[in-house]
Structure formats: C-alpha cells, structure tokens
C-alpha cells in the first residue's frame, strides 16, 4: 500500500495586510505545513506580510477591485478550491465567512469558521447592521464547526447569535514564545525617543474600537516624566496627530506607523497600554506578556480572561481616566512590583505557546474531516 497522502486545506482571508488575524494566519500555516496540504486564498492582493514558503497563496482580486462587487466571482473561486480540498477555512468575520459557507455547501464540502471579535460590537459600525446581523445567524449556524479566541466571544455568539454552543470550541490565540523571550537590540530609528525617558508602548489599529484619543488625553495628564508609542495604522491617526498638538505633547508622542520589529518595542517599552471598547483576544497583549513587559489594560471580558490585576497586569476601570493614570503611575514607580507581575504573566502565556495552538487547532480539523471520510 502507498503512503497516505496529506489531507488538504484551503484558508481564506481578506488580505494579508499587517494585522492580527493575518499574524495567526501565517502561524498557523507554518506550524501546520508538514500535517498538511494548504492554500491560502487571499481575496484582495494587498500583503505586507512576508509569504509563507509551504502553502499555495492565491490572490483572488486586485489591490483596486472591491469585494462587494466582484461576491460572484469570488464565490466560484472558492468553490473550486473547496472543491479540491477536504476543508475549506474562513479566517475573517463577516463577509468571508459568509462566502466560505455559501463555497462550501456548493461543493458539499466540510467549513470551519474562526471568529477573532465580539460581532455584536463590530456590527455596530456597519450601515446595515440588521441584515448583517442575520446572515451570521443562517451562515454561521450552517458551519461544521465554529472556533473563538475566548470565552466572551463564545458567548456574544450564543447570546446575540443563537449559535449552538455545542458547536463553538475556545481555541485562543498563538504567541512565538522563543521569538519574544530573546533579547532584543532597541527598536532601529527610534533609539534616541526610547533612550529620553520611560516608553507608554500602544500597539493597535487606529480605529475608533481602540479608543487611542482616551490614551492620549491620559497620558497629557500623566506626572511622570514617560514618552508615548503608538505603533499602528488607520484612518484615526490625522485626528490623534491633531489631538496631541492639541494637548501640547507631540514632542512627548511618536507614531511609527507598522513595524516588524514588535518584540524589541515590548522588551525595550516600560508598559503596554490598552484601552480598548472591546477585543476579541488581543495578540499585543499576549506578546508582552511574552516579552516580559508589563500590561496595563481595561477590564473588559476578553482581558480579564487573560489578566488578573495585582497578579500579572493591571487592570483599571473602562474608561476611566483617573484609574487608568493610577495603574500608570503605580507601574512606573514600582519596578519590583513590576518583575513579580511579568514573571506571573510569563508562566499564564505559556500555554498560548504556537506549536501547543497548533496542535489544538489541528485536533479540530482532524474530527472535521475524520467525520466526512
């Protein structure tokens, strides 16, 4: 008898644009590259992120086309790669999933779902909410299986989805925890800010869900002498520019745009801050917590699964400023405080460790397709 041959997957995602998702992507296909058989198709051709060695990529659409006007053509493409693999993976809420299920059915393939965000929430920033707000009822609920990155995300599902719990399974995100626990040289081009005084490192997209104008009207009311990082891009960042000159701080504030050296911000940074609306379950929080750098963030659902304050973060109050400076100030003062909670937040990331999500990840798609042989 022959070997067996590998079985086959198809991921699809929006792009490959820096951001979170597309991080867990790309972990995912390279730990998952000697199990399986993998293309990833990318709807529209925009990829800062350097491409995986082992996996077929195929760009469905061009940097200028739009999704919403080519569903059609996108939805045949789909189906003929779902058609060739033994199961196809939606890796982006919303649209792509809904495509992924409407792929898989006519192929009468199996569909996995990964959902990263509270939808309730992201609907709330759609022009047809409504609609939306049906269509991850009927498709999602036709998904073979469904995997979250938390708890509160499981639960948004259920409560403002109906989808059946028994088919939703908790998968949290990946962190290279070898890459962020070596030591870093300071951050290129950016030696002489991190050199003048404490480094606030903030690590988002600049949208409003970040709620990064709350972090800079904060940090103007900070009495330590500490500098601000915003490392990230968006269509918020004109205004918070504005509002730091606004505050008189733009000497104190840097926007570096995206960069790729992440583990030398967080080991060279004296906190990172989040001040977030809602998560889903943030990478730049288990990154520092690999980093070995102190997280100061809200206690919203998907944080306070990962963080207990005093223990191995702090946490303040949702939107509340004077709280937040509190743990600030407290973080900055106290150093020995400070080592006891990122050596408790080192040991709390280590399951999050990428080869042991993997493994994880790899045991659903396995009972997926152990179903349908």
């Not at 058609?83 to 409407?102: E, H, M, P, Q, R």
């Not at 809200?298 to 743990?327: H, M, Q, V, W």
Request: glycine residues 6%; proline residues 5%.
């Amino acid at each position: 008898m022959g070997l067996q041959a590998m079985p086959s997957l198809v991921f699809v995602i929006d792009t490959l644009s820096k951001g979170g998702a597309e991080n867990v992507l790309l972990q995912y296909v390279e730990s998952l590259s000697g199990r399986y058989v993998i293309k990833v198709m990318v709807l529209k051709h925009i990829a800062d992120y350097r491409l995986p060695e082992h996996a077929e990529i195929e760009f469905v659409l061009s940097p200028e086309q739009k999704l919403t006007e080519n569903g059609f053509l996108i939805l045949h493409k789909l189906t003929e790669a779902a058609k060739a693999a033994d199961l196809i993976i939606g890796f982006s809420d919303f649209w792509v999933n809904y495509v992924c299920v409407l792929a898989a059915k006519l192929a009468q393939k199996p569909v996995l779902l990964s959902v990263r965000n509270q939808l309730s929430r992201e609907l709330e920033r759609f022009d047809l909410p409504a609609i939306n707000r049906e269509l991850v009822h009927f498709c999602y609920q036709h998904a073979d299986k469904i995997v979250c990155v938390s708890d509160a995300v499981k639960a948004d599902l259920v409560q403002a989805f109906a989808i059946p719990a028994a088919k939703i399974q908790r998968l949290p995100n990946p962190v290279d925890l070898q890459k962020f626990a070596q030591n870093h040289l300071p951050p290129q081009g950016l030696e002489p800010f991190f050199a003048a005084g404490p480094v606030i490192l903030v690590i988002a997209r600049l949208v409003k869900q970040k709620n990064l104008a709350f972090i800079v009207r904060l940090f103007a009311k900070l009495k330590a002498d500490a500098r601000l990082c915003i490392v990230g891009k968006g269509p918020e960042y004109e205004s918070l520019l504005a509002l730091t000159e606004h505050l008189g701080i733009a000497g104190k504030v840097c926007f570096p745009g995206y960069r790729d050296d992440i583990p030398a911000l967080l080991q060279h940074a004296a906190l990172l801050l989040t001040a977030s609306h809602y998560e889903g379950q943030p990478n730049a929080v288990l990154e520092a917590m690999a980093a070995g750098t102190l997280v100061v963030a809200p206690k919203i659902p998907a944080i306070r699964e990962l963080i207990t304050s005093g223990y191995n973060g702090l946490l303040f109050e949702k939107a509340d400023e004077a709280d937040a400076i509190r743990c600030i100030e407290q973080a900055l003062a106290n150093a020995g405080h400070t080592r006891n909670l990122v050596n408790n937040a080192g040991n709390t990331v280590t399951p999050h460790d990428s080869h042991h999500a993997s493994l994880a990840l790899a045991a659903v798609i396995d009972s997926i397709i152990g179903k349908t042989k």
